[in-house]
């Protein structure tokens, strides 16, 4: 459910820091084909967060 473990976190903090976000614990992934989705993710934008929620759907053909 995590990329690392609470005490160091060193692969999220190079993410975060180089721009990119991460996205965990996503329920019905299953139920996306392998190709020709589209995934779409929103959420708000906090300052200085640690985390926040996300809203992810997809589109399907």
Do not use: C
Not at 7 to 16: A, G, H, P, V, Y
Not at 25 to 44: C, E, F, R
Request: charged residues 20%; without cysteine; proline residues 10%.
């Amino acid at each position: 459910m995590d990329t690392d473990t609470p005490d160091k976190m060193n692969s999220e903090t190079w993410i975060l820091q180089h721009g990119h976000y991460q996205i965990e614990v996503m329920a019905n992934l299953d139920k996306v084909p392998p190709t020709g989705a589209l995934i779409v993710v929103t959420w708000p934008k906090v300052k200085n967060g640690l985390g926040f929620p996300a809203r992810v759907f997809a589109v399907l053909p």
